[in-house]
């Protein structure tokens, strides 16, 4: 089965750094790969998500890169603001014609973002 | 509307209770999905419901029994449950046909087991 490894377990930057948080998965099968953001208390939320057939993918401050041959995607967050502190799960699904297969979490990254 | 509704938010029980928990979501996802999530990890799946057949079972005991009554509600029975069963409980929806994929997760009902 699926199993996803996520790094670092924790992040503290400077308001205004970048943070990168990387995963790496071992079912060359998986096709899709969301990132969660899951504030105290609060459920997970989806920030982005990529596909297989894409290397890249941006929207604003956020973006996620992907490597299929090295099994590897990576989310990158430019500009940190301290509302970006939250724990920020990985995840790699196989996903065909839109049917959901077993999302598999990686075990998070906890980012903090000092002001 | 995007929300998934999940009752009750908190939830105090005994080993010998029999509870359940409730998820509705009016998105038209056939899809639903209860995980589980211990504190500081990730969300453990535990059952999906595909056009209300159970099509997984994560091998979840059986003092925790899914029900999907229609399109729109999942419930999650819980009986002689554990202290280690204590958790947030999250459902999930996600539509399977011409969908993205996204997970919608409700705010989760937080079961602690006495």
């Known amino acids: 089965g699926e199993n996803v490894e996520q790094h670092p377990s924790t992040l503290s930057v400077q308001e205004g750094d970048s943070a990168v948080i990387k995963c790496t998965y071992s079912?060359?099968?998986?096709?899709?790969f969301p990132w969660y953001k899951q504030e105290l208390g609060k459920r997970p939320q989806l920030i982005i998500d990529i596909r297989s057939n894409v290397g890249e993918k941006k929207d604003q401050r956020i973006a996620v890169t992907l490597n299929k041959t090295a099994k590897h995607f990576s989310l990158h967050i430019t500009e940190t603001q301290p509302e970006d502190s939250a724990v920020y799960f990985c995840?790699?699904?196989?996903?065909?014609?839109?049917?959901?297969?077993?999302?598999?979490f990686g075990k998070g990254t906890k980012l903090s973002v000092k002001p | 509307d995007t929300e998934v509704t999940q009752t009750p938010k908190h939830l105090v029980m005994g080993m010998t209770n029999k509870k359940s928990l409730k998820c509705e979501q009016h998105?038209?996802?056939?899809?639903m999905y209860w995980y589980k999530q211990k504190a500081k990890k990730p969300p453990e799946l535990m059952f999906v419901?595909?056009?209300?057949?159970?099509?997984i079972n994560e091998s979840v005991p059986s003092r925790f029994s899914p029900e999907c009554p229609n399109s729109s509600l999942l419930n999650l029975h819980l009986h002689a449950l554990q202290p280690e069963d204590s958790a947030l409980y999250l459902c999930?929806?996600?539509?399977?046909?011409?969908?993205?994929?996204?997970?919608?997760f409700g705010e989760g009902s937080r079961l602690t087991v006495l």
């Open positions: 079912d060359s099968a998986s096709n899709y």
């Open positions: 419901y595909s056009y209300e057949k159970l099509s």
């Open positions: 999930a929806s996600s539509q399977p046909l011409r969908g993205t994929g996204e997970l919608f």
């Open positions: 998105m038209g996802h056939r899809a």
């Open positions: 995840a790699a699904s196989l996903n065909y014609g839109g049917s959901q297969g077993n999302l598999i």
